[in-house]
Nanobody, 129 residues
Framework: EVQLVESGGGLVQAGGSLRLTCAASGFTTTDYAIGWFRQAPGKEREGASCISSNDGSTYYSDSVKGRFTIASDNAKNTVYLQMNNLKPEDTAVYYC??????????????????????WGQGTQVTVSS
């Protein structure tokens, strides 16, 4: 069974940086997509950034493009999200999610909020102004 465990959230001032980590285990294939989603209070869950385990291709939502960077270490089965120049509107619970059918990063990013099969427990990111 796939398990995803996030860490690295916290409180940071606007303009600051945080790095989230997702430790993954249990995949039965090397072809899957994995990424980060976020849900702010009163808002729908949205895709922020995803990456392909197969070729390393990436997806970024418009709201994080240029500020966030996703990376994976396949040897460690770990995915990172480096978040720079954080804004108060980035405040949300951040979830790691993965899917072995939605293997294209943009597909996971677009459909993942309702379609991803595997989810972590989430980690809170709070950006103060």
């Amino acid at each position: 069974e796939v398990q995803l465990v996030e860490s690295g959230g916290g409180l940071v001032q606007a303009g600051g940086s945080l790095r989230l980590t997702c430790a993954a285990s249990g995949f039965t294939t090397t072809d899957y997509a994995i990424g980060w989603f976020r849900q702010a209070p009163g808002k729908e869950r949205e895709g922020a950034s995803c990456i392909s385990s197969n070729d390393g291709s990436t997806y970024y939502s418009d709201s994080v493009k240029g500020r966030f960077t996703i990376a994976s270490d396949n040897a460690k089965n770990t995915v990172y999200l480096q978040m720079n120049n954080l804004k108060p509107e980035d405040t949300a619970v951040y979830y790691c999610a993965a899917d072995m059918v939605l293997t294209h990063p943009q597909a996971l990013g677009d459909m993942g909020p309702v379609g991803a099969d595997y989810w972590g427990q989430g980690t809170q990111v709070t950006v103060s102004s």
